[in-house]
């Protein structure tokens, strides 16, 4: 069970760049997303994606983060380029319930110390999605990302020159080609 938790998502600003931590969240394996901040719109796009490409991921808006940590039971990991290198924290980590903290502009320093782990993806500034990204990829192993994501009405077939895409509800699981 992997919960990613995101904090200080702004609605109108971080509206995208929070989209893309949930959708990369659900892709590379996690089973939901809380967002700090309640927002409709936001809730609204990723259900859509999981109605159309399948799957069990959840998201949650409005979450009390601090509550959300304290009450957790596992272990708690924030990504942040200040905390301990990925290779040396990745191995220490033992629970199979985890929560992933990333958040937006500046993370309060009372998530430092609340959490387990303070765990760097590389010592360089870089975004909340790429850390996330390559955090549950080595906590997976890489075998996330080929996975077979069951229930969508969507099915993308990998094609090395254009774009093959099964629509389950039209023309009764024939593929649509498109070459782009
Ligand atoms: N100065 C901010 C801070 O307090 O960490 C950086 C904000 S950054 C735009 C947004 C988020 O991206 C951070 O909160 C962190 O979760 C993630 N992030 C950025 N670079 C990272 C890195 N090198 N390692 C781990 N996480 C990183």
């Known amino acids: 069970m992997i919960v990613v ?8 600003r971080d509206q995208r ?15 939901e997303i809380w967002v700090s901040e309640q927002d409709a719109k936001l809730e609204q796009t990723i259900r859509s994606v999981v109605g159309r490409f399948g799957g069990s991921f ?3 808006t409005g979450v009390e983060w601090r509550k959300a940590i304290r009450s957790w039971k596992g272990e708690v990991v924030h990504l942040t380029m200040y905390g301990e290198s990925l290779s040396k924290a990745l191995p220490k980590i033992k629970s199979r319930k985890l929560m992933v ?18 765990i760097s993806i590389g010592n360089q500034p870089h975004s909340e999605v790429a850390a996330l990204a390559i955090f549950l990829d080595r906590l997976k192993g890489g075998k ?3 996975r077979k994501v069951k229930g969508g009405r969507l ?11 099964v629509d389950s509800e039209e023309g009764k699981g024939r593929a649509a080609t498109r070459k782009g």
């Open 5 to 12: 938790l995101r904090l200080g998502h702004r609605p109108k």
């Open 17 to 31: 760049v929070t989209t893309h931590v949930a959708l990369a969240a659900r892709a590379l394996g996690a089973d």
């Open 58 to 60: 959840r998201i949650k």
């Open 101 to 118: 903290v990333v958040g937006a502009e500046k993370v309060p320093r009372e998530v430092y110390e609340l959490v387990d782990w303070n």
């Open 144 to 146: 996330k990302l080929e």
């Open 155 to 165: 099915a993308i077939v990998p094609n090395p020159r254009g774009k093959t895409v």
